[in-house]
């Protein structure tokens, strides 16, 4: 069975920046794409970032050119760099990873709150 786990999540003023960490429990080769999600109060959980095993990124309109999304194999982590961060990217964040004929895997969520 496949953890994931979120940190990084915090308050932060508008403009700023956060960095998002997933840890996985094993090795993340076997996933052929990762990718961070977010939900906002009231909202559908929509995805913001992706990236495959062979390194091909995928970005939501709304965080292109601020958020810059990774991963490292060897460390088994998947990360997001959130910059020029503004009020309306506050929402809990998820890691997702996906692996051939296996439903997907989410971590716990981190919440994320930009706020002056």
């Known amino acids: 069975q496949v953890q994931l786990v979120e940190s990084g999540g915090g308050l ?3 403009g700023g920046s956060l960095r998002l960490s997933c840890a996985a429990s094993g090795s993340i080769s076997t996933f ?11 909202q559908q959980r929509e995805l913001v970032a992706a990236i495959t ?5 995928n970005y ?3 965080v292109k050119g ?16 959130m910059n020029s961060l503004k ?6 964040y998820y890691c997702n990873a996906r ?12 919440q994320v709150t930009v706020s002056p």
């Open 53 to 57: 095993s062979g390194g091909s990124t």
């Open 66 to 81: 601020r958020f810059t999304i990774s991963r490292d194999n060897a460390k088994n982590t998947v990360n997001l760099q």
């Open 87 to 92: 009020p309306e990217d506050t929402a809990v």
């Open 32 to 42: 052929y794409s990762m990718g961070w999600y977010r939900q906002a109060p009231g």
């Open 12 to 14: 932060v003023q508008p």
């Open 99 to 110: 692996k051939a004929l296996t439903l997907p895997y989410w971590g716990q969520g981190t």
């Open 60 to 62: 939501a309109d709304t």
